[in-house]
């Protein structure tokens, strides 16, 4: 096991490595200068000069990609171009937002598409496994902006049991902060929740066709107690697979949603990052994202060797 991880570990700080690079040189390389957007179209040359300089932006590309690195391996992010204050400061503070509505959310969509999928898997053909695969057909096609609009539409305007937007902070209590991200974790949970049952279930139903299931039953146990004993941790490695896709995207692609609930997370954050310009904040904010979605990976490969040990002794 230690062997395994080592060799997973290897392969995360060289994903890292390389994700750095292309994030920096692909920002790099567009157009514009943040220098002169942030002064004007009639700032005058030698002004721009000197921010730029102040900025370290006349440094070369090179020295400035070994800077942002050694900064960021120290927890020094740099200095926002737009606001004047650390880069890091702003991430700790949106990523207090974005974070735990990401767990929230893939908790959600976990205890939504688990009982969903075992249901359908065990009920193959009939009309419980319709009605819920019809359900999550639904779940797919719809985006979850449409959700989002509809929860503020019901719950939020019409029955007002929670607010249209905004967040109330972490000091208001535990459990107003938690109802300020329920209606956008329920909106960014439901899509995901709809392909985490498809995947479970089809999982099972493979499951279920393998001879040691067949010998299984043929031992004496019912459908239901071969399900729960023998199928359901086989089946887990294309479901660990997607949880940890799910949470990736739940962290780093949930723009839309705190655009339309008005939050104060990361994705908002890079929004107003490209808009101004302010490429150090994209830089970083990206790259703590991509750190994210490979750690994340790591860790679902390590899953994968508790949940297989067959894993384990290939490497």
């Known amino acids: ?62 020295a400035r990609y070994l800077s942002w690195v050694s900064g960021m391996v120290t927890g020094d992010f740099g200095m926002s171009y737009t606001y004047r204050t650390p880069v890091a400061g702003m991430i700790s503070d949106r990523l207090w937002v974005s974070l735990p509505l990401a767990l929230y959310a893939l908790a ?120 729960w004993r023998h199928g359901l941790r086989n089946a887990l490695i294309p479901v660990l697979t997607i949880i940890g896709l799910q949470f990736s995207f739940l962290l780093a692609g949930a723009i839309i949603i705190e655009q339309v609930f008005f939050l104060p997370g990361l994705g908002r954050l890079v929004f107003q990052a490209i808009s101004s310009r302010d490429l150090i904040v994209v830089e970083s904010v990206v790259m703590i994202l991509v750190f994210a979605v490979i750690t994340v990976n790591f860790l679902v490969d390590l899953a994968y060797a508790l949940v297989d040990p067959r894993l384990r002794s290939r490497t």
């Open 108 to 227: 959600l969509s976990t205890l939504i598409a688990f009982p969903a999928g075992i249901y359908a898997a065990a009920r193959r053909g009939k009309p419980g496994d319709m009605a819920v695969m019809g359900a999550t057909q639904l779940g797919v096609a719809v985006p979850n902006f449409w959700f989002a609009m509809i929860l503020v539409l019901i719950f939020a305007i019409n029955l007002r049991w929670f607010g249209a937007g905004g967040f109330a902070g972490w000091d208001k209590g535990f459990d107003t902060a938690m109802h300020s991200l329920t209606l956008p974790a329920i909106a960014l949970a439901l899509p995901q929740a709809a392909i985490l049952a498809r995947v479970m279930r089809s999982a099972l139903l493979d499951i279920l066709g393998e001879d040691f299931m067949r010998t299984a039953r043929a031992k004496g146990l019912s459908r239901r107690q071969a399900l």
């Open 1 to 62: 096991m230690l062997r395994y991880a080592l060799k997973r570990g290897l392969s995360l700080a060289v994903s890292l490595v390389v994700a750095s690079l292309v994030i920096f040189f692909v920002i790099e390389v567009a157009p514009g200068d943040p220098a002169s957007f942030m002064l004007g179209l009639n700032a005058e040359p030698d002004t721009v000069a000197a921010l730029r300089s102040e900025l370290g932006l006349d440094q070369s590309k090179l």
